[in-house]
């Protein structure tokens, strides 16, 4: 790994991100792993909102979503079944 935190870190082989340096998280959705950005935030601030009904909470994490990644219209459907199963993963 080269740079550092001036410079920002990067692979001294390929230049991209360095593995350890990755903070996406992914989902499984619709059976392959995607990469979501900024999930964590995402499901904190859903929290926030102490909601119930899954269709709202629904909702509101595609709403997130949404803002910081592409989401195709095609499968907006399993990314919001995906999403919201994640999000009950992790308050459990």
Known sequence: MGGDDKDGYYCSICGGI??????????LIDGKETG?????????EVEKLKLADDAVL?????????????VPTK???EY???????????QS
């Open 75 to 77: 499968k907006a459907g």
């Open 18 to 27: 360095p593995p350890d340096k990755i903070t996406t998280k992914r989902v």
């Open 80 to 90: 919001a079944v995906a999403l919201l199963a994640e999000y009950k993963k992790r």
């Open 58 to 70: 629904t909702g509101e994490l595609m709403k997130r979503v949404k803002e910081f990644n592409y």
């Open 36 to 44: 979501i950005d900024h999930l964590d935030w995402i499901f904190e």
